[in-house]
């Protein structure tokens, strides 16, 4: 049930600490905002609180991966080879079990929403599911764990440039750019009347696995108010593939294609020449750094400060969720701007709530979060704990973790309560590590 009214210690928002704040929730939406006021009667009453976080970027399913990965070292493609294993695996039941584990999981640490980059569309050998079964899986897993879902259904045409699909991805490809807009918008209807809150967005996967000419297709046929997200220059050799094929950077090839404005969301960003950087803050895109795994895979560190000043807007998401704490990715974000300049302090404590919260959620084609006619998405944080003792409230996000998360609000309802919700996070840790541990396990998973 939604709360009307929600009375709150201490929120923390706009480079602002307010005290004593009512917000009243209609539905989903902050309505009405009263200052230095009393709690009433029937209010919920928190202490200290942020926005909601954005999680701008997700591959779900990577999360079984989360543990089972180091021993052998290697890079991002001798990883991608454990990722397209796993993929393979993958069954509609199965698929809902592990998205409803890991969006619990992410509401527990503070997500409000989650752009889920999706592209395991069909059947191993690539025919199609019978009505968009693995979609409708992870719409249902957004609804059990609470959180606000925009799909990315992502467009996935080419194993490489000017090559097909390789076996192992043959289950994320439509043949064509005109097949998936036509399924694009298939899912749309499909979604409308069951689903009214989840937000149908776009993705390319990258210029790897798109060809030009489909960018631009696609590009043309989207709605307009469509969020798009594309992988974009994570690695060096995606650079250096496009390069080879059309003389150009990944940016100056979704230039030409019509693809940069402000509805794009370019996830990693990490290897940019300069004429990349203002190409992409003259569009103002979305540039949406996963620090967490951008670490974990030995990306390297983007020009995170550099697009924020060449107009971008930077978000941050969790992307293959070996970490799940918008705290984390926040301060990842921060410490490698320090680590790269040498110098402290690169994006101030109001700046990089904004990137977690306004912006993450801007991203996803969603509404600012706890603002007056924004949405009613909340996250109580211990003020308290061991980790944040004596912190100043606007610098908790600096201090505090996902374990200091108390409740998470998503449209005024409470979706995760720490004092509750012990046997729900316990559920999704047996779920998701016998997954893990047999991935074989999903093949006999029923509905």
Not at 266 to 285: C, F, K, Q, R, W
Not at 287 to 302: I, K, N, Q, R, S
Not at 406 to 433: P, Q
């Amino acid at each position: 049930m939604s709360a009307e009214w929600i009375w709150i210690d201490t929120l923390v928002r706009g480079g602002h600490t307010l005290r004593s704040v009512r917000l009243r929730n209609e539905t989903g939406m902050v309505a009405e905002e009263q200052l230095g006021v009393p709690a009433c009667e029937g209010d919920l009453v928190l202490g200290t609180v942020f926005p909601a976080f954005g999680n701008a970027h997700s591959h779900v399913f990577h999360r079984l991966l989360r543990g089972r990965t180091h021993a052998d070292g290697g890079t991002f493609w001798s990883w991608r080879e454990k990722m397209y294993a796993l993929a393979g695996s993958l069954t509609p039941p199965a698929f809902e079990s592990i998205a409803a584990a890991s969006f619990t999981e992410m509401v527990a640490s503070g997500w409000g929403a989650v752009g889920e980059f999706h592209y395991v569309h069909h059947r191993v050998d690539g025919a199609p599911y019978p009505d968009h079964d693995m979609e409708l899986a992870l719409a249902r897993a957004a609804a059990t764990a609470g959180i606000r879902l925009t799909l990315l259904d992502t467009c996935y045409l080419t194993g490489s440039i000017g090559k097909g699909l390789a076996p192992e991805q043959l289950r994320f490809g439509d043949g064509g750019a005109a097949r998936w807009l036509e399924r694009w918008f298939r899912l749309r209807e499909r979604f409308a009347d069951e689903y009214p809150e989840l937000v149908l967005g776009a993705a390319i996967h990258s210029v790897r696995a798109v060809p030009a000419t489909a960018i631009a297709e696609i590009a043309r046929a989207l709605p307009a108010e469509v969020p798009l997200h594309i992988h974009l220059s994570e690695q060096v050799a995606e650079n250096e593939q496009s390069l080879a094929a059309y003389g150009r950077t990944p940016t100056a090839v979704l230039a030409e294609a019509g693809a940069l404005s402000g509805r794009l969301s370019v996830v990693h960003a990490t290897h940019l020449s300069d004429g990349d950087i203002v190409l992409l803050g003259e569009a103002g895109v979305h540039a949406v750094f996963c620090p967490t795994t951008e670490a974990d895979l030995g990306d390297g560190l983007g020009p995170a400060s550099e697009l924020f000043a060449a107009g971008a807007r930077l978000a941050v998401g969790s992307d293959q969720n070996a970490v799940l704490d918008p705290l984390l990715e926040l301060r990842g974000l921060e410490a490698g701007e320090r680590l790269r300049s040498q110098t402290r302090g690169r994006f101030s404590p109001e700046q990089l709530l904004d990137i977690g919260t306004r912006v993450g959620y801007s991203s996803l084609g969603l509404q600012a979060p706890g603002l007056i006619g924004g949405l009613c998405d909340l996250v109580e944080v211990d003020a308290a704990s061991v980790r944040t003792a004596g912190s100043l409230p606007e610098q908790l996000l600096l201090t505090g973790t996902a374990s200091d998360v108390i409740r998470t609000i998503v449209a005024g309802r409470v979706v995760y309560e720490r004092s509750r919700d012990s046997a729900r996070l316990s559920k999704a840790a047996v779920d998701l590590a016998r997954f893990a541990a047999d991935p074989a396990a999903m093949a006999e998973e029923n509905s």
